[in-house]
Each structure stands twice: as C-alpha cells, then as structure tokens.
Nanobody, 123 residues
Framework: QVQLVESGGGLVQAGGSLRLSCAAS????????MGWFRQASGKEREFVAV????????NHADSVKGRFTISRDNAKNMVYLQMNSLKPEDTGVYFC????????????????WGQGTQVTVSS
C-alpha cells in the first residue's frame, strides 16, 4: 500500500513558476517509478513526466520539455515537479502516481494515485 499527497498548486500568471510536491508513504516507494499527470477541465488525463526509482532517468512530455523538471528525494520520500514559464494551457489538476517501471507509469498504468492539486495559470 502506498499513499500519495500532492501540494504546491495555486494561481499564477503566465510566465510564472510553481513547484509541486508529492509526499509518499509505503515500503515500496524507493523502488518505484514516480510520475506526474494532469487533467484539464473537460479533457482526458495526460502524462507530464516520470522519474525512475534511482532518480537518474527522467522523461518529460513534449509539451513541457524545457519548462518542467521532475525530481525525487528518496531519503525524504518526496517527488517534485518544478514548473517554469507557465502557460494558460498548463491549467489543470496535477496528480502524482507510482508504478513498478518507467514505461508503465508513462503509459498511465499506475498502481496508486494521489488526489491532485489544482494549478491555474492566468493570461
């Protein structure tokens, strides 16, 4: 069993920055791939970024490359998403998720999901 709690969302103007955090609990955390997803109102959930168990390998969706950075700190049981140069189209609920492998998380095949944190970017 893994519990995930996101925080750090809020309202920012276009061009601004936010740092999302995901606090994880559970004995399998340090051996699991972690990812971020987002869902805009009325749209399907989409993949944003993923990091492997060691934190050494990451992958970001084309829409956020160069602007967002995923990272993790296993000692603190935390995963982060640094979001810079935010755009209105980045608006949505951001979810943290966990799975056994990078490819599975990237495909949305995750074992556990957080409740989400709202990010709103105004123009």
């Amino acid at each position: 069993q893994v519990q995930l709690v996101e925080s750090g969302g809020g309202l920012v103007q276009a061009g601004g920055s936010l740092r999302l955090s995901c606090a994880a609990s559970g004995r399998t955390f340090s051996r699991s791939a972690m990812g971020w997803f987002r869902q805009a109102s009325g749209k399907e959930r989409e993949f944003v970024a993923v990091v492997d168990d060691s934190g050494g390998n990451t992958n970001h969706a084309d829409s956020v490359k160069g602007r967002f950075t995923i990272s993790r700190d296993n000692a603190k049981n935390m995963v982060y998403l640094q979001m810079n140069s935010l755009k209105p189209e980045d608006t949505g609920v951001y979810f943290c998720a966990v799975g056994p492998a990078v490819w599975m998380v990237k495909a949305g095949r995750c074992d556990y999901w957080g409740q989400g944190t709202q990010v709103t970017v105004s123009s």
